[in-house]
Structure formats: structure tokens, C-alpha cells
């Protein structure tokens, strides 16, 4: 590879601030990115111009959490609800990830990120199941960040795939019943095998759930911030780990632990 090429592909690497400690980061962050409308809204602009922002939020957190050692990160991108929106919205949306996706696999493979969809990918257009199917497969060997990208993900439909999947290895008579336990229910998850998440980030104040990771956000730490999801930035990751370290989780027992 020449030199200028090399220059090209390099970027700055974020240091982790003094605030933070090394040794008691969230292996797994997951984040719910909202306000991009109203993002838009306070400018005069239309909704879609926050999601193309909130693209660029994205693209900086991924690489924060990346630099500063954070091993997975899991973002709702779309809901299974977000069909109710208007339908133009929706297409922006499809438009939008399909072009991401084509424009950043290089830089994904490149840095090393591990990529995923998480969701039901059978009803979106067949370009982008196309390009996640090709993004997903030729990252799949990636030693860096699990990146994790919930689109047409709801935790209920989530957990009623997972009983069908066993019901249906119970009806051939491979599974009994009362094998099912925690651990075999969770393998039937789309997040199989990606330990659960230890933050969860709401962005623009909403104090919900979104029907976000039902079952894997038992005992995350909730962050939630005012910050609208296009102007989530350093500072206000920072905050909401410095937020996370701050914390005492107990896990039902007596005993804190920390972070
Ligand atoms: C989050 O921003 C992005 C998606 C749900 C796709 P919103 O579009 O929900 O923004 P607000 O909540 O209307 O401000
Ligand atoms: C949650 O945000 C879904 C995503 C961020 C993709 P919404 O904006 O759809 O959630 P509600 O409607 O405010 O609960
Ligand atoms: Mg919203």
C-alpha cells in the first residue's frame, strides 16, 4: 500500500479522557437514538434532515466506543413500531441505511468492526437485505467492536420468535421442556452469543423502553440524557460513562459491585 494511501485510510485515534477508567468500561453499550425529528424541528428543517445527522452521531460514537476499548456496541436504528410513521420517512430511512451501508463497509472492514443486524430483515427492501447480508458476511471474521444495528427490531416479536424456535424443536421431539432454561432461551435471541448489555443510552429525555432489548436490559444501568441523538458527541459520551462508573450494581444481591 503507498504512503499517501496509508495517510488517506488513517484517522485519529481517541484517547480515552482521565475522567474515565480503563479498567471499569461497559464491555456492551447499547443506545436508543432519539430526537433526530426534533433536531430537525428546532432548525426549520424537515424530520429526515436529523436522521441524516444523526448518521454522523452514529459514525462518531461507533468509533469512540472502538478507541476507547468498549467490545460491543447495539443501536436501535428502527423499530418495528417506526412503520406507523409517515410513509415517506420510511423510505428516507430504508434509502439512507441502504447508502450508509454501501459507503462505510470499506471503512468497517478496515477498522475491524465486527457488523450485525439485529431484527427482522425479511420485510425491508431487498437492496439493503442484499447489502447487509454482504456487509455482514465480510466482517464476520473481525477481531474489533461488535457493532450491532437493530433495525426492524421489537423485544416482543424478539421473545416470540425465540418461543416459536423452541417450540418447533420441542415438537420434533429434539428438546424437552423442561430443558428450557435461561441460557438455552437466550441462544434462541438475535443478540446469540453478545453478552448483554451493561448501559443502556436514551438520547433527547424520553424516560422508555421503546419495546428496546426486553430481556437483555435486565440489569443494565440506564443512562438518559437531554442531548438530541444528532448532537451526541464525546462530552456526551463521557458523561454517560463517567454516569455508568458512578454506580453501584447489586444484581438482586446485597453486595455492591462496581463497574
Ligand atoms: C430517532 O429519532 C430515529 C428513529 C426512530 C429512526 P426520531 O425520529 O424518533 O426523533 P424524534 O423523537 O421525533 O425527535
Ligand atoms: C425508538 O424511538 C426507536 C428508535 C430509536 C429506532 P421512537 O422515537 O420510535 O420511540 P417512541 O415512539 O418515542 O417511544
Ligand atoms: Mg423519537
Not at 499517501?4 to 481517541?14: G, K, M, V
Not at 409517515?86 to 454501501?102: D, I, K, Q, W
Not at 441460557?183 to 424516560?207: K, M, N, V
Amino acid at each position: 500500500m503507498s504512503r499517501a494511501l496509508a495517510t488517506n485510510h488513517d484517522r485519529t485515534r481517541h484517547t480515552l479522557p482521565a475522567s474515565l477508567d480503563a479498567a471499569r468500561l461497559p464491555a456492551h453499550v447499547a443506545v436508543i437514538m432519539d430526537g433526530n425529528g426534533r433536531w430537525a424541528r428546532q432548525r426549520g428543517l424537515p424530520r429526515v434532515m436529523g436522521h441524516r445527522e444523526g448518521v454522523e452521531a452514529l459514525k462518531r460514537t461507533l468509533r469512540l466506543c472502538s478507541d476507547w476499548g468498549i467490545g460491543a456496541l447495539t443501536a436501535y436504528a428502527f423499530s418495528t413500531e417506526n412503520w406507523n410513521r409517515p410513509g415517506e420517512e420510511v423510505t428516507f430511512l430504508m434509502t439512507l441505511f441502504e447508502r450508509v451501508l454501501a459507503r462505510e463497509l470499506e471503512a468497517l472492514e478496515r477498522e475491524q468492526v465486527r457488523i450485525r443486524f439485529l431484527g427482522d430483515l425479511e420485510p425491508l427492501p431487498s437492496g439493503l437485505r442484499q447489502l447487509i447480508a454482504d456487509a455482514t458476511e465480510r466482517t464476520a471474521a473481525n477481531a474489533g467492536i461488535h457493532f450491532n444495528v437493530c433495525t426492524n427490531y421489537g423485544g416482543r416479536a424478539e421473545l416470540v420468535r425465540a418461543a416459536r424456535r423452541l417450540a418447533a424443536r420441542v415438537a420434533t421431539g429434539e428438546l424437552d421442556p423442561t430443558q428450557i432454561d435461561e441460557t438455552l432461551f437466550a441462544a434462541e435471541l438475535h443478540t446469540a452469543g453478545e453478552r448483554d448489555p451493561d448501559l443502556l443510552i436514551r438520547t433527547s429525555g424520553e424516560q422508555r423502553i421503546s419495546n428496546f432489548l426486553l430481556w437483555q436490559l435486565a440489569y443494565a444501568e440506564l443512562h438518559i440524557t437531554e442531548v438530541l441523538w444528532p448532537d451526541f458527541d464525546e462530552a456526551a459520551l463521557e458523561a454517560a460513562l463517567r454516569d455508568y462508573q458512578s454506580r453501584q450494581r447489586r444484581f438482586g444481591g446485597v453486595e455492591a459491585i462496581l463497574p
